[in-house]
């Protein structure tokens, strides 16, 4: 399995920005999708998770902002990121694995991650 993110970029205070990651491999209902995110320092964050045809979910700091869809013609996850604040800023992941509910904020439940893209947010 391969995941390919893209999207990134540099953006005001309050601009969007749309994430996508391309799963190959394997069809991307197959897994839990989720998207994490690193800033210098700090260790990696959950950020949201989709399962086809299930729930999302989302990291209390962006919910109401952040909304994670999903393609499965495209085998393709997106992330549409609104009222971006620079506290955002970070490099965005996207991985794979089998969550159950309990562990899908954990990094270590993901077996195959993206290579990341850098969002820059400024003030």
């Known amino acids: 399995v391969q995941l390919q993110a893209s999207g990134g970029g540099l953006v005001q205070a309050g601009g969007s920005l749309r994430l996508s990651c391309v799963v190959s491999g394997r069809t991307f209902s197959t897994y839990t999708i989720a998207w994490f995110r690193q800033a210098p320092g700090k260790e990696r964050a959950f950020v949201g998770a989709i399962r086809w045809g299930g729930p999302r979910y989302y990291a209390d700091s962006v919910k109401g902002r952040f909304t994670i869809s999903g393609d499965n013609a495209k085998n393709t996850v997106y992330l549409q990121m609104n009222s971006l604040r620079p506290e955002d800023t970070a490099v965005y992941y996207c991985?794979?694995?089998?969550?159950?509910?309990?562990?899908?904020?954990?990094?270590?439940?993901?077996?195959?991650w993206g290579q990341g893209t850098q969002v820059t947010v400024s003030s």
């Open positions: 991985a794979a694995g089998n969550a159950i509910t309990s562990t899908l904020m954990r990094p270590q439940t993901y077996n195959y």
